[in-house]
């Protein structure tokens, strides 16, 4: 799992990566994958979240995975901002490189 801004890591084919990034899901907002070349890491499925049991507007974590299926190097961006076409929202970014081997 890497939760590291701008981390580069190494994986080999066939590994699974998993990224958490910490969100609420009852802001109305999300984090989504705004980029990633899928010939190298594969997005494995929709994320998963979980709330962090804080009650009513907790937040929670956003769990992402992809499948490393080919040799080579991408990077990843996230984007976290509103589910809706907001121009004045300014979202958060999160990325990292991954080379697989």
């Known amino acids: 799992a890497t939760s590291c801004d701008g981390a580069q890591i190494a994986v080999q084919v066939g590994e699974t990566v998993e990224v958490r990034l910490e969100g609420n899901a009852t802001t109305g907002w999300a984090w989504t994958v705004t980029a990633v070349d899928p010939a190298v890491l594969a997005p494995a499925g929709e994320p998963d979240y979980e709330t962090s049991g804080g009650g009513d507007g907790a937040g929670g974590t956003y769990t992402f995975r992809f499948d490393a299926v080919g040799a080579g190097e991408t990077r990843v961006d996230f984007e976290y ?13 999160f990325s990292f490189t991954a080379t697989v081997g």
Request: no cysteine; hydrophobic share 15%.
């Open 81 to 93: 901002g509103p589910t809706w076409d907001s121009p004045e929202a300014t979202p958060q970014t």
